[in-house]
C-alpha cells in the first residue's frame, strides 16, 4: 500500500491543516475499500500499476483535495446569468454607438473618408477593444462584489412574494398605437407626395420655401419609408404582437431610416428661401443659415433614430434569447414610433 499512503500524502499537503486528518480518514477508507472490492473480484493482491490505474481515476491529489474544500466562484450560478445578459446589453450599447460615430466621421469628415473602409476598420478595432476591456472589467467588478454581499447578507433570500410585479405581455402591440400610427402614417404620406411632386413646401406672398433637387430626392426616399412604416403599422394592427421577424424588419427600418438621415445631413443645401421678405443682397446668405440649421436639426433626428435602432436591438436580443424585454416597459411609445 505504499502507493497508495503517497497518494494520501499528496492530496493532504493541498488540505486545510484543521481539515486534513478527518478527509484523508474518509478518502483512505474509500479507497481501501475500493482496493478491497478489486482483490476480492481477483483472488489476489492488486500490483503497483492496478492501483495506480484506479488512483488514476480518481484523479490528482489537487483536484480531490478540492472537492473536499468549499467551492468558491467570481460570480456565483444564481448571478451568473444575469451577469452575461448585462455583458450583451453593454456590449451593444458601448459598440453599437461607437460604431455609428465611426460611420458619421467617415461620411462626414474626409479624413477618415480618405481612408477607406480598411481604415475605418483598423480604427474601429483599435478604439473598440480597450473600451469593451474596460466596460467588461468594469460589469464583472460590480458583479463579484454583488456575489460577495450575497454571500454574506443573503440579499437575495429576502423577498416578499405580493411584492411580485404584474405579469404583461411585453410582446404585445397595443391596437391603439397601430392605429395611431396608420393615421398620422398616411397623412405624412400624403404631405410629403405633395411636396415632393411640387417642391414647395410653403408658398405665401412674402416667403416661399421650396426643396432643391437633393431635398426632393431625399423626401422620395422618407415617403418610401414611411409608406413601409404604414405597412408594418397595419400588419401589427391584425396581429397584435411581436415576432423576431418582424421586429428584425423594425430594426433594419431604423437603421436604414438613421443612415438617411445621416446623408441628408451632410448633402447640405436642402431648402430654398426666397421671396419679399427676403433682402436680395442676402439673399445666399440667409439661405446657407437656415440650411446649417436645417442640417443640425436633420443630425439630431438622425442621432434620436440611432438610440431607437439601439433600443429595438435590444429587445431583439432579448426577445431571441427568450428573456423578458426589460427595455419594453422603459421604452414604451418611443420605440414602437418609426424614424
Same mark, same amino acid.
Given at each position: 500500500m505504499?502507493?497508495?499512503?503517497r497518494y494520501? @500524502?499528496? #492530496?493532504?499537503?493541498w488540505?486545510?491543516?484543521?481539515q486534513?486528518?478527518?478527509i484523508?480518514?474518509?478518502l483512505?477508507?474509500d479507497?481501501?475499500?475500493?482496493?478491497?472490492?478489486?482483490?476480492n473480484?481477483?483472488g489476489?493482491?492488486?500490483?503497483d500499476s492496478?492501483?495506480?490505474g484506479?488512483?488514476?481515476q480518481r484523479?490528482r491529489?489537487?483536484?480531490?483535495?478540492?472537492r473536499?474544500?468549499?467551492? @468558491?466562484?467570481?460570480?456565483g450560478?444564481?448571478?451568473f446569468?444575469?451577469?452575461?445578459?448585462v455583458l450583451?446589453?453593454?456590449?451593444?450599447?458601448?459598440?453599437?454607438?461607437?460604431?455609428?460615430?465611426?460611420?458619421?466621421f467617415?461620411?462626414?469628415d474626409?479624413?477618415?473618408h480618405?481612408?477607406?473602409i480598411?481604415?475605418?476598420f483598423?480604427?474601429? +478595432? !483599435?478604439e473598440a477593444w480597450?473600451?469593451?476591456?474596460?466596460?467588461?472589467g468594469v460589469?464583472t467588478l460590480?458583479?463579484?462584489?454583488?456575489?460577495?454581499?450575497q454571500?454574506?447578507?443573503g440579499w437575495?433570500?429576502? +423577498?416578499?412574494?405580493?411584492k411580485?410585479p404584474?405579469?404583461?405581455d411585453?410582446?404585445r402591440?397595443?391596437?391603439a398605437?397601430s392605429?395611431?400610427?396608420v393615421?398620422?402614417?398616411?397623412?405624412?404620406?400624403m404631405?410629403?407626395v405633395?411636396?415632393?411632386?411640387?417642391?414647395i413646401?410653403?408658398n405665401?406672398?412674402?416667403?416661399?420655401?421650396g426643396?432643391?433637387?437633393?431635398g426632393r430626392?431625399?423626401? +422620395?426616399?422618407?415617403t418610401?419609408?414611411a409608406?413601409f412604416?404604414v405597412?408594418?403599422s397595419?400588419v401589427n394592427?391584425?396581429?397584435?404582437?411581436w415576432t423576431?421577424?418582424r421586429l428584425?424588419v423594425?430594426v433594419?427600418q431604423?437603421?436604414v431610416?438613421?443612415?438617411?438621415?445621416g446623408l441628408m445631413a451632410?448633402?447640405?443645401a436642402?431648402?430654398?428661401?426666397s421671396g419679399?421678405?427676403?433682402?436680395?443682397a442676402?439673399a445666399?446668405?440667409?439661405n446657407?443659415t437656415?440650411n446649417t +440649421? #436645417?442640417?443640425l436639426?436633420v443630425?439630431?433626428t438622425g442621432?434620436?433614430?440611432?438610440?431607437?435602432?439601439?433600443?429595438?436591438?435590444?429587445?431583439?436580443?432579448l426577445m431571441?434569447?427568450n428573456r423578458p424585454?426589460l427595455?419594453n416597459?422603459?421604452s414604451?411609445?418611443a420605440t414602437?414610433? !418609426?424614424c
Amino acid at each position: 500500500m505504499e502507493l497508495l499512503n503517497r497518494y494520501l @500524502h499528496a #492530496v493532504k499537503f493541498w488540505l486545510p491543516k484543521e481539515q486534513q486528518d478527518d478527509i484523508i480518514a474518509e478518502l483512505s477508507e474509500d479507497l481501501r475499500s475500493q482496493i478491497e472490492d478489486r482483490e476480492n473480484q481477483l483472488g489476489r493482491k492488486l500490483s503497483d500499476s492496478e492501483i495506480a490505474g484506479l488512483l488514476k481515476q480518481r484523479g490528482r491529489p489537487l483536484l480531490v483535495a478540492n472537492r473536499y474544500l468549499p467551492q @468558491h466562484s467570481l460570480i456565483g450560478p444564481v448571478l451568473f446569468p444575469i451577469y452575461v445578459l448585462v455583458l450583451k446589453i453593454a456590449a451593444i450599447c458601448f459598440l453599437v454607438p461607437r460604431l455609428l460615430v465611426l460611420i458619421g466621421f467617415f461620411i462626414f469628415d474626409p479624413k477618415y473618408h480618405a481612408e477607406g473602409i480598411g481604415g475605418l476598420f483598423v480604427r474601429t +478595432w !483599435s478604439e473598440a477593444w480597450y473600451g469593451i476591456f474596460i466596460t467588461f472589467g468594469v460589469v464583472t467588478l460590480v458583479f463579484a462584489i454583488l456575489e460577495q454581499t450575497q454571500a454574506k447578507s443573503g440579499w437575495l433570500e429576502k +423577498w416578499d412574494p405580493l411584492k411580485l410585479p404584474k405579469v404583461k405581455d411585453t410582446r404585445r402591440i397595443p391596437r391603439a398605437s397601430s392605429v395611431f400610427e396608420v393615421v398620422i402614417g398616411i397623412i405624412a404620406v400624403m404631405w410629403m407626395v405633395e411636396i415632393a411632386t411640387s417642391g414647395i413646401v410653403l408658398n405665401q406672398a412674402s416667403i416661399r420655401i421650396g426643396l432643391t433637387g437633393t431635398g426632393r430626392g431625399f423626401v +422620395w426616399i422618407m415617403t418610401a419609408i414611411a409608406l413601409f412604416g404604414v405597412g408594418m403599422s397595419a400588419v401589427n394592427l391584425f396581429r397584435p404582437f411581436w415576432t423576431r421577424g418582424r421586429l428584425a424588419v423594425r430594426v433594419v427600418q431604423d437603421l436604414v431610416s438613421t443612415l438617411v438621415f445621416g446623408l441628408m445631413a451632410r448633402a447640405g443645401a436642402l431648402i430654398v428661401l426666397s421671396g419679399a421678405s427676403i433682402p436680395a443682397a442676402k439673399a445666399v446668405e440667409i439661405n446657407a443659415t437656415v440650411n446649417t +440649421w #436645417v442640417s443640425l436639426f436633420v443630425a439630431i433626428t438622425g442621432a434620436i433614430c440611432a438610440v431607437i435602432t439601439i433600443v429595438d436591438l435590444v429587445r431583439l436580443i432579448l426577445m431571441k434569447t427568450n428573456r423578458p424585454a426589460l427595455l419594453n416597459q422603459v421604452s414604451g411609445t418611443a420605440t414602437r414610433l !418609426s424614424c
